[in-house]
């Protein structure tokens, strides 16, 4: 079972920013990120493999910056320029190339004044 441990989530003002780090109990082929807000579906926000490919979700291009250690098994989001509408509940999520997705726990992001 891979674990998923999850940093760095907080409130903070709009225009602001926010780093969330994420450390594998495993070295991992994909990593990335998803959140959840309140009513919403889950949805992609940004995902790195370990060759260093990335995708992003289309409302936090050009905003949100993905990147993998792969020495650490770790995955950061650097988020900035933060809305109200980024406020969600932030999951770390990795998988090997083939077999079943891992999440983390979830930390919460909140943007407001």
């Known amino acids: 079972q891979v674990q998923l441990v999850e940093s760095g989530g907080g409130l903070v003002q709009p225009g602001g920013s926010l780093r969330l780090s994420c450390a594998a109990s495993?070295?991992?082929?994909?990593m990335g990120w998803y959140r959840q807000a309140p009513g919403k579906q889950r949805e992609l926000v940004a995902t790195a493999t370990s060759g260093g490919s990335t995708v992003y979700g289309d409302s936090v291009k050009g905003r949100f910056t993905v990147s993998r250690d792969n020495a650490k098994n770790t995955v950061d989001l650097q988020m900035n320029n933060l809305e109200p509408a980024d406020t969600a509940v932030y999951y770390c999520?990795?998988?090997?190339?083939?077999?079943?997705?891992?999440w983390g726990q979830g930390t919460q992001v909140t943007v407001s004044a």
């Open positions: 495993a070295s991992m082929y994909v």
């Open positions: 999520s990795a998988r090997l190339a083939f077999g079943p997705l891992y």
